[in-house]
């Protein structure tokens, strides 16, 4: 049996607060997935990459439209300033049975900066295929 999966999940997020560091990053799901992780950095692979690949299918994003690597130092975001790109995860929890139908599902991205502060957006939406 095919299961849906999730992919893309955040296009936009600001924080019109005071700059922060933004050190640490989850995803709110409506259904328990202990085991969803952001996708690895392919800046970090030797050699380094340009693209995020999703297996086993074949997506590629590339690295400069996803939010995943953008902490500590690439990750200072000023007074008015904005996250703009996508945010890809993977997790071995199957998506619960009432939610398959639904073409995306509601989450929040949750941001915690280098002073341990977390910061909830407001609703976005997982798109699941």
Known sequence: MEYPKLYTVIKDFSLPFAALIWAVYD?????KDDTLEPLFDPGELDPPSELYEIHPEPIQVLREKVLNHRRYQDGKL????AFRG??????????????????????RFIVEDTRRKQYRSGPMYLHLH
Request: net charge negative; proline share 10%.
């Open 27 to 31: 995803l709110e799901l409506p259904w």
């Open 78 to 81: 000023g007074p008015g300033e």
């Open 86 to 107: 996508y945010f890809l995860a993977k997790g071995e929890c199957s998506i619960p049975q009432h939610l398959r139908g639904r073409e995306r599902v509601e989450v």
